[in-house]
């Protein structure tokens, strides 16, 4: 079996590079040990959010900026290939402090963000309630991002699985037990099915990517971080908007459930929902809007955020030639899902890519090996 490019992991990374390259006329096989989407891209809160998320000015900030500009579009695109909705919702995320302190730092922040064009106001608490009536009359004040969205990850997950397959990238379950190097370029991988030939091999697996043998990055680059989640049920809807706080936030859905997230834990890939990672997202939740704690909690879950040493992907080219890497993209991975598309597949393809991968580069972690 050969193809021009196997991408490893059918995850929102693996599902976006895959839509982009099978577009652009390449033969695409993604290889997928589970179902397309079944791990963190289904865990995660979908919140798109650069003003919270990437805090400071500077190429993090940029990158997530740019994938939240081209969001809509995506969107629109993916819909219309899937047929499907994928729970796209406007109308901007809240951070909001509960007490003095918090309402500084806020202020401090804004100042920075507004300094480099960022659409953010800041709020007295009342002006915060009139906003999302629901929240705590502890509120001090907030940050609103009037610009920024949400949607729902696992109906993304399906669409651009479902949108990949329409343009053409094939689908193969199994696992991928490594990348076959010889003479320092990669030349496909080693899976479940034999050897696969490919002239290029996207790494996309996520909080796993350091598992795949071959993978050339340098030890301790990705680590898995679990994050827990409550899903709340109320009716009708108790907010509108995503709603920060300084140790968690709150995700409503169109349908009224409010997801409460997230813990952030080493904990290897132990895959549980704990009584002290449901304390604590109950209880953040609770603290920003006090009528939560009628609410029914009709699920729950956890999975594993990819995470790297400084908070950021791992984009573009590595030191082995033809093997591209789509991973550590640890809390931002929705958001940072077209971007991540449109820069991989570029490197991939060799065109310009839409901006410097240098600061997301592998080479920024240390020399890379390969092995384990
Ligand atoms: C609780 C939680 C909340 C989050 N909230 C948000 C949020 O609100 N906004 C946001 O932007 N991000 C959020 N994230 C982060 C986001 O979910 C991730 O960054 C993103 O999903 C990573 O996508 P991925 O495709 O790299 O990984 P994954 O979705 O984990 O996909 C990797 C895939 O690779 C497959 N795989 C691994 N190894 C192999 C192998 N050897 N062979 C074959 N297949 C393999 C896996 O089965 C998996 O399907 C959250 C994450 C968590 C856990």
Known sequence: MNADAVVVGAGL????????????????????????????????????????????????????????????AFVAEVERLAGLWVGFRAGGTLEVALDDRMAQVLAGRAEKLSGIGAEVHVLDGDGARRLEPA???????????????????????RALH?????????????????????????????????????????????????????????PGAVRPVRGQIAALDTRPPLLTRVVFSEKGYVVPRPDGRILCGSTMEEAGFEKAVTAGGLLHVLE?????????AAAPVVETWSNFRPATPDGQPVLGA??????????GHYRNGVLLTPVTADAVSAAVLGRPPPLDLAPFSPARLGSGRRGA
């Open 13 to 72: 990374q693996g599902c976006g590079v895959a839509l982009r390259l099978a577009q652009a006329g390449l033969s695409v096989l993604v290889l997928e040990r589970s179902i397309p989407g079944a791990e963190a891209s289904s865990a995660a809160g979908g919140i798109l959010s650069p003003g919270v998320e990437a805090v400071e000015p500077g190429p993090f900030y940029d990158l997530c900026a740019q994938s939240l500009a081209r969001y809509p």
């Open 135 to 157: 929240l705590s009359e502890q509120t001090r004040g907030a940050l609103y991002f009037a610009g920024e969205a949400s949607l729902d990850p696992r109906l993304l997950g």
């Open 162 to 218: 479902l949108a990949a397959s329409r343009v053409g990238a094939r689908f193969l379950t199994g696992q991928v037990r490594g990348i076959a190097i010889e003479s320092g370029r990669a030349v496909g991988v080693d899976h479940d099915a034999g050897r696969i030939g490919a002239k290029a091999v996207v790494l996309a697996a996520g909080a796993w990517s350091m598992q795949v043998a071959g993978h050339s990055l340098p």
């Open 284 to 292: 953040l939740a609770v603290e920003i809007a006090p009528r939560l």
């Open 318 to 327: 590595g030191p082995v030639a033809n093997l591209f890497y789509a991973t």
